[in-house]
């Protein structure tokens, strides 16, 4: 029933801008906490960026100045724009949510992944 959808990812030289989706769909009465993490090839999953449900925003200090997450509560939506981007941020993202829904809350849920990939 609850699924998150990446997209926005592709190939990018350095200093180029992508901006990632995440959407929710599903029978959602409610998102929490929204998040943006990224795991590069052989490395740990890291955090990149945070949102609360009244838009407070925290961010890895790696990306500070450079991406900006948003949500758009009415669609159920999550954006990360990404600007300046380095080698170092190539990795596949992450949406992550807390979703109510079908009266069960799913926490910590994961979408699939969308690869992102900065390179001359």
């Known amino acids: 029933q609850v699924q998150l959808v990446e997209s926005g990812g592709g190939l990018v030289q350095p200093g180029g801008s992508l901006r990632l989706s995440c959407a929710a769909s599903g029978s959602i009465f409610s998102i929490n906490d929204m998040g943006w993490y990224r795991q590069a090839s052989g490395k740990e999953r890291e955090l990149v960026a945070t949102i609360t449900s009244g838009g407070s925003t925290n961010y890895a200090d790696s990306v500070k100045g450079r991406f900006t997450i948003s949500r758009d509560n009415a669609k159920n939506t999550m954006y990360l724009q990404m600007n300046s981007l380095k080698p170092e941020d190539t990795a596949v993202y992450y949406c992550?949510?807390?979703?109510?829904?079908?009266?069960?809350?799913?926490?910590?849920?994961w979408g699939q992944g969308t690869q992102v990939t900065v390179s001359s």
């Open positions: 992550n949510a807390d979703l109510w829904s079908s009266e069960k809350w799913y926490l910590h849920y």
